[in-house]
């Protein structure tokens, strides 16, 4: 019995040792290429979670920073620095284009206060705000042409070099311009904006006679208005104010009223009869009043 159990115990510890041995020859010759492998995923997963978790911030502060811009030279460095981040650097590079159009449309410098001397634009100033727009609205088109998907961009950018052209009377760069943009919206599926850019060009011929704006001193004076004297408010007005009324109320008549009444009926006198004459009817009109005398 305990040979039995002896040999037992002898052979499972024979089994042990043997597999024990196999496991550790299999981690000399095939456990470390297998480690590595594992590690190697590891670190592949590991580095994606972090790529993907860069690229959502980048994004984020991105579309962040185009927010909070607001002049041209913040939009322009938005552009340069997230370039590759949807398309953001071509909004961006619009927006600054934009911004220098509208100073030239409204005569002031979106870089001044209001009580600054060079506030309002200058012929000089006029001409490079325009010219950065225009070469901000071509760098729009050398980006946007490449893929279909930023087509809307390019339309944009069309249009601003249109209105960039028509301020400075160059009619025909303009109609070229905005012949392109009803291509390229046709093209990309926007039908209204091809019908805009038709009707700009039906309206070009209409500035080639510029609307001149009288000057200040050109304008009339305005017309004088007389003050008035302010009434005076002295104790006697106070006190007349502030004094109830003593005077009795007027005596109230009652109302009349009237009904209606009817006008009386007037009768017509009978018509005579022309067979029997003027006696006839005396005699008929005497004899009815001289009966009770022959009784």
Aim: with cysteine; proline share 8%; hydrophobic share 35%.
């Amino acid at each position: 019995m305990d040979r039995n159990r002896l040999s037992k115990i002898q052979q499972s510890d024979l089994t042990e040792s043997r597999v024990n041995q196999e496991f550790v020859d299999w981690l000399k010759t095939k456990g470390l290429n297998y480690a590595l492998v594992f590690m190697v995923a590891l670190c592949a997963v590991m580095g994606w979670n972090l790529w993907k978790q860069r690229q959502t911030r980048v994004r984020n502060e991105a579309w962040q920073d185009l927010g909070q811009a607001t002049l041209p030279a913040a939009y322009e460095d938005v552009a340069a620095r997230f370039r590759e981040v949807d398309g953001v650097a071509p909004l961006a590079l619009l927006s600054a284009a934009d911004r220098y159009l509208q100073s030239v449309q409204t005569g002031v410098r979106f870089d001044r206060s209001p009580d600054a001397e060079d506030y309002r634009l200058t012929p000089e100033s006029r001409e490079e705000f325009l010219g950065t727009a225009d070469r901000l609205y071509a760098e729009v088109l050398g980006a946007s042409t490449a893929e279909n998907a930023r087509l809307g961009f390019q339309i944009s950018a069309y249009f601003g070099r249109a209105a960039v052209s028509e301020s400075n009377g160059q009619i025909d760069q303009a109609r070229s311009y905005l012949e392109q943009a009803a291509d390229a919206a046709e093209k990309a599926g926007f039908p209204l904006l091809a019908d805009v850019a038709q009707k700009r060009i039906a309206t070009l011929s209409e500035l080639t006679n510029p609307v001149e704006l009288p000057t200040q001193a050109e304008l009339p004076a305005p017309p004088t208005v007389e003050p008035t004297a302010a009434p005076v408010i002295d104790d006697a007005m106070i006190r007349d104010l502030l004094t109830p009324s003593t005077t009795p109320p007027a005596p109230t008549t009652p109302a009349t009223t009237t009904t209606n009444v009817a006008p009386p009926t007037l009768t017509p006198p009978p018509a005579k009869d022309p067979s029997s004459g003027n006696d006839a009817g005396d005699g008929a009109t005497g004899g009815g009043s001289s009966k009770p005398g022959g009784e």
